[in-house]
């Protein structure tokens, strides 16, 4: 551990940490603190599978089966698995239940994450004073701490307070995607020191595209054409809608090349994250609450791992001491990121991750509109045309996607009418 923080301050005086390239090190530096938890994990993992060590009976070998199999009993019991192969009445939705469960997940992403997206800037951009002394809080890691644990405890205590069906998801991966999350979350972060907020937005307005290319890479998914075609004019309607709307703020043009890496950064892992969530909704079926539970408690692993290596514990408590406003920041930006994870896992196990990105794509355009209406800024022509291919493009969307679920219906009728 001495050598670790020996390493750190070497680096720190090699590289300017006031300057545009000091992302870089921390970067390598809480990737390095993830490996010291990853590798021994990936070395128990497979020296157990090898010889069936999480077979084994006594209690010892409990948290082992948790690990590999995602529960420590040594038989699953298998009375609450539906059959795949057919559908019961009770779990056919109606297009109208299906519609008002969608308009539930959609408002609460946009009550929680339009609070958390304001918090979140407020803190990294805000120079809290101490008398003299004015100062900004540059770990972005120990946010994303503080909104996982959080988050974990939230669902933790729920779990413990109702009834869930059996969990069989290994803990392990949930790893995956954790280390995705809190990878785009800090990068999230990052960027708001190189880039405006609204540049930020117009990068996230074109988030459809690249989880729909994960998606096949991650889970071999498979989309019809007129997903792909309302995904681009989702993405062209929201840059259009974007650039259209904020021409007469100030420093909105404002990005760098380290920016523009952050960015890209955050596309990709968000993309991956989402994916991973889905495929194991559907290979190992958890509930909302037992993946968010899942995907947290391996976030805080990773995050506090390297925050311990890093010193990030005692510069973020030291800072919070200082500056007392900033544990109420902290507080607001966890619960809204966590009450947001909870409509983030129900979106994606009830509609995949294509919706929910979808979902928040057009959350970032109502913001920006909502702005313009309370704060009457200037819509141009071409962020009205904007708005409209957008909302025509959702139309399409769920037009051709009701047809489509139509035309299944009536196949497999026919199938059952010719048995």
């Known amino acids: 551990m001495e050598k670790v923080f020996i390493d750190n301050n070497a680096a720190k005086l090699i590289i300017d940490e006031n300057g545009e390239t000091s992302w870089i090190l921390r970067f390598i530096f809480t990737i390095l603190g993830y490996t010291t938890v990853f590798l021994p994990c990936y070395v128990l993992i497979h020296l157990s599978q090898r010889h069936n060590l999480h077979t084994l009976g006594g209690c010892q070998w409990r948290l082992l089966r948790l690990i590999l199999t995602g529960t420590t009993s040594e038989i699953v019991a298998e009375t609450d698995i539906t059959p795949t192969g057919r559908l019961s009445n009770t779990n056919v939705q109606t297009l109208y239940q299906k519609a008002l469960s969608l308009f539930y997940c959609c408002a609460g992403l946009q009550v929680s994450y339009l609070l958390w ?17 004015i100062e900004r809080f540059t770990d972005s890691q120990f946010l994303v701490f503080v909104n996982r644990i959080l988050a974990f405890l939230f669902s933790g205590i729920y779990l413990l307070l109702t009834h869930q069906n059996v969990h069989r998801t290994p803990l392990y991966k949930y ?3 954790s280390v995705s999350n809190t990878l785009s979350s800090w990068c999230q972060y990052e960027a708001l020191k190189f880039v405006s907020f609204p540049t930020q937005v117009l990068a996230k307005s074109a988030k459809v595209i690249p989880v729909m290319l994960m998606g096949k890479l991650v889970s071999r998914a498979q989309y019809k054409n007129y997903e792909y075609t309302t995904a681009v004019l989702i993405s062209v309607g929201m840059t259009a809608f974007l650039l259209g709307s904020g021409g007469d703020k100030k420093g909105n043009n404002v990005t760098t090349v380290s920016g523009a890496v952050l960015l890209c950064g955050y596309l990709i892992f968000d993309s991956f994250t989402a994916n991973w969530q889905s495929a194991l909704f559907k290979e190992h079926k958890p509930s909302s609450i037992q993946m968010m539970c899942g995907v947290n408690l391996m976030s805080c692993l990773f995050t506090s791992a390297s925050l311990i290596q890093q010193g990030g514990f005692f510069y973020s408590l030291s800072f919070a001491a200082r500056h ?11 619960i809204s990121s966590a009450s947001g994870q909870l409509f983030i896992f129900a979106t994606i196990s009830k509609f995949g991750p294509v919706v929910f990105t979808i979902i928040m794509t057009v959350r970032q355009g109502l913001s ?9 800024h200037h ?41």
């Open 117 to 133: 997206g304001i918090l979140q800037e407020k803190i990294m951009t805000r120079e809290y004073t101490d008398g003299d002394k």
């Open 368 to 376: 920006i509109l909502l702005s313009c209406l309370l704060y009457q």
């Open 379 to 419: 819509l141009s022509h071409m962020g009205i045309l904007g708005v409209f291919i957008v909302f025509l493009a959702i139309f399409l969307r769920m037009y051709y996607a009701q047809q489509h679920r139509k035309r299944k219906l009536e196949a497999s009728e026919i199938s059952e009418s010719k048995v």
């Open 175 to 177: 790893s995956f995607c």
């Open 324 to 334: 007392p406003i900033f544990i109420m920041d902290c507080l607001l930006t966890a």
